[in-house]
């Protein structure tokens, strides 16, 4: 609806129809924006952009400028620096055969850039290694020269990083300092920045590097907290107590390590008095040398129980218990004096210094635990190991009191225990041997209970040797071999002179646990024979030497010698060996099929029709 013509002509007075309208002033604001975009000028297009609605005249020009300011500060603080990023990938791609590789970068602001190769030199090379310009070989600078300074500011130039599939770390921030939140605690941090890049399509997850590239950042904390004699651990959002030293430092970077070294000592000089501050020095060293990981674990418990330093070997047993007798550790807390007399019982004055090696220690503590009460009986023990074997590793004390039992009492085991550390065995072969032996034991128990071992047979190694073959025995029936007793092949077994071993008797096997004894002494499977031999397929001659000890194991079958093997399934060779051969075969009227006799092929006394020997078959296996 139209206004009245009154209304519509009227006009403020002193202002006419050609008149223009005053220039708006302008603000501020404006002046400030337009200040940062000529700082930023000479960036990437990609620049900060700030929303025109959140814009406000409710601050000052002075208050506007120090908040921009902090902003940017925020901004690098939390992004990090914006880095030029880029890569060199094999192009398979069958859409473009005749791409032999691909440049990808990513500039400051986000975009993403890809430059073909078809052909280059440097692609023939390895391009290895990730980082800065100066960080690269002959081939990765050619490459960059070419193909990514030309799309680069020289600002850009100097930061660009070279990244490959593996994280490649480029910023490292550490810090040891008070917690800014919490009063009276100290902490030690690691800020890492990480760049990788990867190739596979996020929907199908294909190895596709000439169609997609994503280039990641990934910002770690590690902190290192001490809250009163705590040490706490918090990393990949757990938080563990590491005051003891139970944890793997595997996982640390050294910076972490040498933060969580600084906070210890500042504990120590807290809580330790100035001997216990002078023994820890002594055995760790400068407080300033870094500790390597072996060592960080022990010199973190020692701060904790510097008493542990006079048996240092106590701090590594405790610290490699199993979780059950750590817990029950944990709940009492015992001192070193207490623990050690827990462990070992009671031990002469002059064991003490032995106990600083964790395997004497373990030895000690196994002795006890196996009902070996007497303090000299365990010294004894103890000087006969120590110094006949260096220090080693070994695992947890073990039981041992079925062998003191076995033995006739504790004199006995130790005198039989110190006599296998002369040997050379030591602690972490012994507690092996030992339980391979118990389980053995058991067995043998269960099938024959009033089984006992001579005299002679009760040293650890000897008892593990004749339990096994005993053991062997009983699960395999023992079955008699016919071929043993059959009159019709009674010209197998004779009676020879032999230049070396006196009078071997060749006999045939008679029983299965015949051959395995033959197979435990000559070192080879004919125990495996044992089926073939019941049925009647070969017969089995074992010559023996005037003790019993078996020399030789023949393999017959019909009137031919198929294998004539000695210890660990050699053949004849010597010319005692061939003579001693040469009777038997003679004797027994057999001939030679097999390559343990080839030198007596040619031997004039054999007749040339007797001897055949066969060419090799996959199946023909020797003993």
Same mark, same amino acid.
């Given at each position: ?10 006009? /403020? ?10 220039? /708006? ?142 994280? $490649? ?150 610290? *490699? ?56 009986? /365990? ?53 092996? *041997? ?86 435990? $002494? ?42 004539? /093997? ?30 343990? *006799? ?26």
């Amino acid at each position: 609806m139209r206004r009245p013509l009154s209304v519509q002509g009227r006009r /403020k007075p002193g202002m006419s129809e050609q008149a223009t309208p005053a220039p /708006k002033p302008q603000h501020e604001l404006d002046v400030l924006y337009a200040r940062l975009a000529e700082r930023n000028a000479h960036l990437f297009p990609g620049r900060l952009q700030v929303p025109r609605a959140a814009r406000t005249c409710v601050k000052g020009p002075a208050a506007l400028e120090r908040e921009i300011q902090a902003f940017e500060r925020f901004r690098r603080r939390h992004e990090g620096r914006r880095r030029v990023l880029w890569t060199v990938l094999d192009a398979c791609s069958p859409s473009e055969p005749e791409w032999e590789g691909v440049v990808w970068i990513r500039h400051a602001s986000g975009l993403k850039e890809r430059v073909p190769i078809r052909q280059h030199p440097a692609l023939q090379a390895a391009v290895p290694g990730t980082g800065q310009l100066a960080d690269l070989n002959e081939a990765g600078t050619a490459i960059f020269e070419q193909f990514v300074r030309p799309r680069l500011t020289p600002e850009q130039v100097r930061s660009a990083l070279k990244v490959g599939y593996g994280r $490649t770390c480029v910023h490292r921030m550490t810090a040891l300092r008070d917690h800014p939140f919490t009063p009276g605690v100290r902490e030690f941090y690691e800020l890492r920045t990480e760049y990788s890049v990867s190739a596979l399509t996020p929907r199908t997850g294909q190895h596709a590097p000439a169609k997609y590239c994503r280039f990641t950042c990934t910002q770690t904390t590690t902190r290192v907290q001490r809250r009163g004699r705590d040490l706490l651990l918090i990393q990949g959002g757990q938080v563990r107590n590491v005051k003891y030293g139970r944890f793997d430092p595997a996982g640390l970077t050294p910076e972490v390590c040498r933060g969580l070294q600084a906070l210890a000592w500042e504990l120590a000089r807290e809580t330790c008095c100035a001997g216990e501050l002078a023994q820890l020095r002594e055995a760790f060293a400068p407080e300033d040398q870094p500790r390597t990981t072996e060592r960080l674990g022990p010199f973190l418990f020692a701060v904790q129980h510097p008493d542990y330093l006079n048996v240092p070997a106590l701090i590594e047993h405790v610290q *490699l218990s199993a979780r059950r007798e750590y817990r029950a550790w944990l709940r009492r807390r015992p001192g070193a004096t207490t623990l050690l007399r827990e462990l070992c019982g009671s031990l002469p004055r002059g064991v003490r210094p032995l106990l600083a090696r964790l395997d004497v220690l373990t030895l000690a503590a196994s002795l006890h635990r196996s009902g070996m009460r007497s303090p000299d009986l /365990k010294a004894q023990v103890l000087n006969a190991y120590a110094p006949a074997l260096r220090e080693h590793r070994c695992g947890p004390p073990f039981d041992a009191r079925w062998y003191v039992e076995l033995a006739g009492g504790e004199q006995q085991a130790a005198r039989r225990l110190i006599r296998t550390f002369r040997e050379g065995h030591a602690v972490s072969g012994l507690a092996l *041997l030992l339980g391979d032996t118990e389980r053995l034991w058991q067995d043998v128990q269960a099938a024959q209970p009033g089984y006992r071992p001579g005299r002679d047979q009760l040293d650890p190694l000897a008892l593990h040797d004749h339990l096994a073959r005993l053991h062997t025995r009983i699960r395999t029936e023992n079955r008699p071999i016919p071929s043993g007793t059959d009159g019709r092949l009674s010209h197998l077994d004779a009676d020879l002179p032999h230049a070396a071993r006196g009078t071997l008797h060749f006999r045939r096997a008679r029983e299965t646990h015949d051959l395995i004894h033959v197979s435990e $002494t000559l070192h080879n499977c004919v125990s495996s024979y044992a089926g073939a031999a019941i049925r009647g397929e070969v017969v089995i001659v074992v010559a023996r030497d005037g003790r019993g000890t078996p020399v030789y194991c023949l393999e017959v079958r019909g009137r031919a010698v198929h294998q004539f /093997k000695r210890d660990r399934n050699q053949g004849l060779r010597d010319q005692t060996d061939l003579a001693a051969a040469f009777g038997y075969l003679g004797q027994a009227c057999l001939s030679i099929r097999t390559h343990d *006799l080839a030198p007596l092929c040619h031997h004039p006394g054999l007749p040339q029709e007797a001897v055949s020997i066969p060419e090799p078959e996959p199946d023909d296996l020797p003993f």
